[in-house]
């Protein structure tokens, strides 16, 4: 199993930062994407940005140029730098993990935390 732990979600003004972390611990297999998905109220959870392996990047068109995902060196870590917030970026962001080639291809998910972008 995988466990997620999120942090640094909060207010912000538009075209204000935050910076996202999730840690993964647990059997974390060697092959695997971390990411970020979102949902704001009324919505369904979609999908922001992931990082396969450590190395491969995709973003959502809505938020390329804008956000950055990257990893520590340990690649236990997933970090979402957020710039130029929009109103509409706000949501419950989610941390997930994925195993990748495995016969099952685990999956884990974050609490959530909170972002919300107000003047």
């Known amino acids: 199993q995988v466990q997620l732990v999120e942090s640094g979600g909060g207010l912000v003004q538009p075209g204000g930062s935050l910076r996202l972390s999730c840690t993964a611990s647990?059997?974390?297999?060697?092959?695997?994407?971390m990411g970020w998905y979102r949902q704001a109220p009324g919505n369904q959870r979609e999908f922001v940005a992931t990082?396969?392996?450590?190395?491969?990047?995709h973003y959502s068109e809505s938020v390329k140029g804008r956000f950055t995902i990257s990893r520590d060196d340990a690649g236990k870590t997933v970090y979402l730098q957020m710039n130029s917030l929009k109103v509409e970026d706000t949501a419950i962001y989610y941390c997930?993990?994925?195993?990748?080639?495995?016969?099952?291809?685990?999956?884990?998910w974050g609490q959530g935390t909170q972002v919300s972008v107000s003047p």
């Open positions: 997930n993990y994925r195993e990748i080639g495995t016969e099952k291809e685990f999956e884990a």
């Open positions: 647990g059997r974390i297999w060697r092959l695997n994407m």
């Open positions: 990082d396969v392996n450590a190395g491969t990047t």
